[in-house]
């Protein structure tokens, strides 16, 4: 029996305690915290700066302040994720990045809205696995 159901494949990182969730092909690779050069003036306040990244001078966005979630200071867990967006990479910094999961389209429920007029831009949905609600982060969004 075959089925039209589509499958995902996403990278769970954690924010402040909570789990997110973000396509695996969107991802280059996870990287330990390294050296960030600020830059001052910079068009988004969530911009940490940017970093040599393999050779490529790549910006850096903080996604705690991004999603305004409280920026704890960087540990040995902090992470970077490395997104492909247009046509660049951008790095996302985030408290911990723990899991791969394979999840259905199906199981993928939309973000109630709290106001009528109020949405969620940076966010595909909601995921439930077992207890664990994971949030799936539209990253173009993120990156506009």
């Not at 050069?37 to 990244?53: E, F, K």
């Not at 490529?56 to 490395?82: M, N």
């Not at 911990?96 to 106001?115: C, G, Q, S």
């Amino acid at each position: 029996m075959t089925t039209d159901t589509a499958q995902w494949k996403i990278v769970i990182f954690e924010l402040q305690g909570e789990e997110y969730g973000l396509e695996v092909s969107r991802v280059q690779s996870i990287e330990r915290m390294l050296p960030l050069t600020r830059v001052p003036g910079a068009p988004r306040p969530d911009i940490a700066g940017v970093m040599n990244l393999r050779g490529k001078i790549t910006p850096v966005i903080d996604l705690r302040l991004c999603l305004g979630v409280e920026a704890p200071p960087y540990d040995k867990q902090t992470r970077i994720l490395v997104v492909v967006g247009n046509d660049s990479a951008v790095c996302l910094i985030v408290d911990r990045a723990n899991d791969l999961l394979n999840i259905n389209e199906t199981e993928i429920e939309e973000i109630p809205a709290a106001h009528e007029n109020e949405t969620y831009g940076f966010f595909q949905g909601v995921v439930k696995i077992d207890q664990r609600m994971i949030t799936l982060l539209e990253i173009d969004q993120v990156l506009q």
